[in-house]
């Protein structure tokens, strides 16, 4: 620690201290509020060390943003928006993260301005201006700048830090994720399992939530992690021999537990492209994705014992209306007739499909389909900008042979299947992989000659 921060750490700790003893002078009974003096203190420290671009503090607040991202401490209701310490907790994170990143802006701005980042920073534009015609502006708004602010750090990360470094604080807060969910799932069972109502009963059900929500987004986490490792395990290896297999099954461990059997078929899908892809045997991708295609018309239109083996119910319609989800997609063109251009505003949905739920039969808070969730949030503005953005950097990222933008790309669409994905509401796993695939320059190490920046300021 240099001089300068040896003196704002008093500084900041003078300011913490006043503060405390006039909250105590007004108010006595407020003296349980100090217990928190400590972490507002390290956040200001660590802040502070993030502006003058310290790596430590860097990778703490990476690794912090993410096991903050999908993190649920409380069970809320669809309705309930109302402002409590989980999401005070995330809204500083993300004012955190644009903060950072918009201090440092002439380290990534370049980058961002070429051709093939246009697209996607006008889809972003798209979602902020159609969150101000939601019918909860202030929400809506809200959930575009998490996303904003997860992409405008992620540009900054990959400007000015090696990409293993993040993508190993990155794992390492999704396996602590993945652990404290495993504990919750047994220590406090009506919140780390899925809850599900049926004939107006409500069931425990024996799917791992954990403390991400929901059993899919449990999955989805551990599913990014298990991508993270098969692109970058000789990385991972440097850490300790030992990492890579406590990693890998400590993530395997909670997919299986979370039984979600997209994400399960994802992360196989996954695995086998990229394996394919380093041998250079694309022609045997092609030809499995076409066998699997052909099994599929073979056996779907088929009421046999194969498909109620795949149902955890055992019922064939939890197969054919894909959990209930074609019911909610067929209803989503008819809610946004007349406003087919622009959509009903971003993470309206969470408004809007709720006042349907008897013409679908359940209660839902997004589409389960990354483009109808888009056509009914932006419109066919929206949609064809987020493809666009998906053209564009995928296409550049074919060129440069880049694996990692490939495989992210891959998971957001392939979850984008049966889920909202990246663009449900505020930023989520999704929105990460997302984020570091139109972020990541091409190359490995493209900044590698500039490490006075780093030597500087760390």
């Known amino acids: 620690m240099i001089d300068a921060d040896r003196r704002m750490t008093f500084v900041l700790s003078a300011g913490v201290a006043v503060l405390g003893g006039v909250s105590l002078l007004m108010a006595p009974s407020a003296i349980w509020g100090l217990a928190i003096a400590p972490v507002l203190l390290a956040g200001a420290v660590l802040y502070w060390g993030a502006l003058r671009g310290s790596r430590i503090a860097i990778l703490t607040i990476v690794f912090a943003s993410v096991f903050l991202l999908d993190a649920t401490f409380r069970l809320r209701d669809y309705s309930d928006k109302d402002v409590d310490f989980q999401i005070i907790l995330k809204i500083g994170i993300w004012l955190t993260l644009a903060g950072v990143a918009l201090v440092h802006f002439p380290r990534w701005l370049p980058w961002m301005l070429t051709p093939t980042n246009l697209t996607w920073m006008a889809f972003l534009a798209w979602l902020m201006f159609t969150a101000t015609l939601s019918p909860i502006p202030a929400y809506s708004m809200m959930a575009a700048f998490s996303i904003i602010s997860y992409v405008l750090f992620s540009a900054y990360l990959f400007s000015s830090f090696d990409r293993a470094e993040i993508f190993t604080a990155t794992l390492l807060a999704i396996i602590l994720f ?19 109502w ?24 551990a599913v990014f992690g298990l991508i993270l490792i098969i692109l970058h395990a000789a990385d991972f290896r440097r850490l300790h021999a030992f990492f890579v297999p406590f990693a890998a099954s400590i993530l395997t461990i909670t997919l299986l537990m979370t039984n979600s059997r997209s994400s399960i078929a994802m992360t196989l899908g996954l695995w086998i492209s990229v394996s394919l892809l380093r041998w250079r045997k694309l022609y045997l991708l092609v030809l499995i994705v076409s066998a699997a295609l052909l099994a599929a018309v073979l056996v779907l239109p088929v009421e046999n014992e194969v498909l109620r083996l795949m149902s955890r119910t055992g019922d064939l319609d939890e197969i054919t209306s894909m959990t209930g989800r074609a019911s909610i997609w067929s209803i989503v063109p008819h809610l946004i007739a007349g406003q087919s251009w622009i959509g009903l505003g971003y993470a309206s949905s969470l408004v809007i499909l709720p ?18 969730q888009l056509l009914l949030t932006t419109g066919w503005i929206g949609v064809t900008l ?68 780093q030597r500087g300021l760390s």
Do not use: K
Not at 355 to 372: K, V
Not at 415 to 432: M, Q
């Open 198 to 221: 049926f004939n107006d009963q409500r069931y425990v059900s024996l799917r791992m939530s954990g403390i991400g929500g929901s059993a899919n987004n449990l999955a989805r986490i």
């Open 178 to 196: 993945c652990i404290v969910s495993i504990i919750v799932y047994f220590a406090v069972p009506e919140f780390g399992r899925f809850i599900y």
């Open 355 to 372: 006042q349907h739920s008897r013409e679908i039969g359940f209660l839902a808070s997004h589409a389960h389909n990354q483009m109808l």
């Open 386 to 453: 987020f493809c666009l953005s998906i053209l564009a950097v995928g296409v550049r990222a074919a060129y440069f042979a880049d694996r990692t933008v490939l495989v992210l790309l891959a998971y957001v669409l392939l979850n984008g299947l049966t889920e909202s994905s990246a663009f449900g509401t505020v930023a989520n796993i999704c929105t990460l992989a997302f984020a570091i695939a139109v972020t990541l320059p091409p190359g490995w190490n493209i900044y590698e000659s500039d490490r006075s920046y």
